[in-house]
């Protein structure tokens, strides 16, 4: 079973255990929201271009809203089950979704007040520094300053910007993803200057 895999089961569980109404890292979007968001993306082959395209975006709501009404049951088995034989996603399931179910796993997991983050497998986070590594560049472009991202074992990467200026994030790939994802409840040690890093937090990180 692929991480992808085990990310999308393990999703399913954490959602059905808080609720349909819980909240989630994903703006207002609530569990029962973001479940019909991955249904849409993988089984409406008309709408899903609007999470990328803007002239698409509005007939995606409408699509996505009416699949939130389904019983939330229902909503969980088709996240369950993943791409149908027909989506193009099927056969790159395990490569497109990894970080799409991860993320969004720890999207439902640290909504809460009290959450940790899970010790992964060395394997997993060499997975995930894989995928950190071309995508880190997209996520920092807009930095006013150097961003070099490092993990405790030594591997780094660097997004650089003009200036001497730099700021190191340092922690496991899984968190320094979660970070170039745009997402905020991680648990990394930064060091620069003191402005750097809040420039840095405050960065447009959207991919």
């Known amino acids: 079973m692929s991480m992808a895999q085990r990310e999308r089961r393990q999703l399913v569980q954490t959602m059905a255990a808080v609720g349909p109404d819980a909240p989630t890292l994903c703006g207002d979007w609530t569990v029962r929201e973001l479940a019909a968001h991955l249904i849409?993306?993988?089984?409406?082959?008309?709408?899903?271009?609007?999470?990328?395209?803007?002239?698409?975006?509005?007939?995606?709501?409408?699509?996505?809203?009416?699949?939130?009404?389904?019983?939330?049951?229902?909503?969980?088995?088709?996240?369950?089950t993943g791409p149908p034989l027909w989506s193009p996603l099927k056969l790159v399931d395990s490569i497109v979704n990894l970080t799409e179910m991860f993320v969004h796993h720890e999207d439902v997991r640290r909504a809460g007040s009290s959450w940790e983050s899970r010790d992964l497998s060395a394997a997993d986070e060499d997975r995930l520094w894989k995928v950190l590594r071309p995508l880190a560049r997209m996520a920092y472009r807009k930095s006013p300053v150097t961003v070099v991202l490092a993990t405790p074992d030594g591997r780094r990467v660097t997004v650089p910007a003009e200036g001497a200026r730099s700021v190191v994030l340092t922690g496991p790939p899984s968190e320094l993803l979660l970070h170039a994802f745009g997402r905020d409840e991680v648990r990394l040690s930064m060091s620069g200057d003191p402005d750097d890093v809040r420039a840095v937090l405050a960065t447009d990180r959207s991919v």
Do not use: N, S
């Open 40 to 80: 849409v993306r993988e089984r409406r082959l008309d709408a899903a271009p609007g999470i990328m395209l803007k002239p698409f975006a509005g007939y995606l709501d409408r699509v996505q809203a009416k699949t939130a009404q389904r019983p939330f049951p229902e909503l969980l088995e088709q996240v369950r």
